[in-house]
């Protein structure tokens, strides 16, 4: 269980988990998938799917994304994909959280 799905508890709402590297579940390996916007390859361990590695600009790396809780993996996908833009491969709030973690602590290590 990851941040996204304990968040969900203690919100009663719905939550996804987004990540930008792989944190291999039950030694399962992922299946790269195709480069193209919008593809995707289930992670599956124990016949049970966990997750999916989706591509979410052709020629970058593939980010990857779970049900944190309360949403299943489909809506998960269709939803990731509307928050993404030019801009990053991740999803719109994860690429500014992301912007403001590395401002503040650039502030916080040099005292600006």
């Given amino acids: 269980m990851g941040i996204a799905t304990h968040a969900s508890f203690f919100l009663n709402r719905p939550t996804i988990g987004v990540a930008k590297s792989y ?17 995707y390859e289930n992670i599956i361990a124990g016949n049970i799917i966990y997750g999916r590695v989706l591509r979410s600009h052709k020629n970058v790396k593939p980010i990857f994304i779970s049900c944190g809780n309360y949403i299943d993996l489909n809506t998960t996908t269709d939803v990731i994909l509307i928050l993404i833009n030019d801009e990053s491969r991740v999803p719109i709030p994860v690429r500014l959280a992301d912007l403001e973690t590395k401002r503040m602590r650039r502030e916080i290590l040099l005292g600006n």
Avoid at 23 to 33: E, L, Q, T
Wanted: glycine share 12%.
């Fill in 23 to 39: 944190f291999k579940v039950h030694g399962a390996d992922f299946k790269m998938p195709r480069n193209k916007t919008g593809l």
